[in-house]
């Protein structure tokens, strides 16, 4: 069976400070894909970033990074010189290529960032 | 267009009303979805449409109804609820990759419901 853990409850960081936000993920298949949402207080779950199990090259985009490792099932997220506007529910998640396998959420890091 | 909307944005009911939620996407996606998400918990899924045929129910109970009119339209039809199905309903829309089912979730800005 999938799995999602996301070992941070909660995170609060200075601005312009980095912050890594954990995922740590289980699946019996050896095709999958990983991904990561924002959630602003807005509501709405915005897309960041897919993975796929065969591209363990890490990506940057902006001042967010992303840390895809096999060896340890983790695919951490790196927030660099974090802003206010970062202040967000972030989840990464996990769909199995299996079939009919949709998204397997981990519970959510809640990111507060302080000016 | 890139976006997933949804109407209403709030809705208040009481437990012998019926409802309904709509939800559309011009993506041109043939997967959609309905999710449910408690305050401080991640969106749990309830349907999934592939190709506007219901292909996965997680056990929601019949008070919830789905349906999808088209390729483009998502509803979810509600009827006689109760106060812990208050929540926030999301819909989603991917398009299925080339040898899976599905792909990465566009969600939309969500419905927030208040069962009195």
């Known amino acids: 069976a999938q799995k999602v853990t996301q070992a941070q409850t909660e995170i609060s960081v200075v601005e312009k400070e980095d912050v890594t936000l954990d995922c740590v993920y289980e699946?019996?298949?050896?095709?999958?894909?990983l991904f990561w949402y924002k959630q602003p207080p807005s509501g709405e779950l915005v897309f960041l970033i897919r993975?796929?199990?065969?591209?363990?090259q890490n990506e940057i985009s902006g001042r967010y990074s992303w840390n895809f490792q096999k060896s340890t099932s983790s695919f951490n997220f790196t927030i660099t010189a974090s802003q206010v506007v970062d202040s967000a529910v972030y989840f990464c998640?996990?769909?199995?290529?299996?079939?009919?396998?949709?998204?397997?959420f981990g519970k959510g890091t809640r990111l507060s960032v302080i000016a | 267009d890139t976006e997933v909307t949804q109407t209403p944005k709030h809705l208040v009911m009481g437990m012998t009303n019926k409802k309904s939620l709509k939800c559309e996407q011009h993506?041109?996606?043939?997967?959609m979805y309905w999710y449910k998400q408690k305050a401080k918990k991640p969106p749990e899924l309830m349907f999934v449409?592939?190709?506007?045929?219901?292909?996965i129910n997680e056990s929601v109970p019949s008070r919830f109804s789905p349906e999808c009119p088209n390729s483009s339209l998502l509803n979810l039809h509600l009827h006689a609820l109760q106060p812990e199905d208050s929540a926030l309903y999301l819909c989603?829309?991917?398009?299925?990759?080339?040898?899976?089912?599905?792909?990465?979730?566009?969600f939309g800005p969500g419905t927030r419901l208040t069962v009195l």
């Open positions: 989603a829309s991917s398009q299925p990759l080339a040898g899976t089912t599905y792909n990465e979730q566009f």
């Open positions: 699946t019996r298949d050896t095709t999958y894909y």
């Open positions: 993975r796929n199990s065969f591209d363990e």
């Open positions: 998640a996990l769909s199995e290529d299996s079939g009919n396998t949709p998204l397997v």
């Open positions: 993506m041109g996606h043939r997967a």
């Open positions: 449409y592939s190709y506007e045929k219901l292909s």
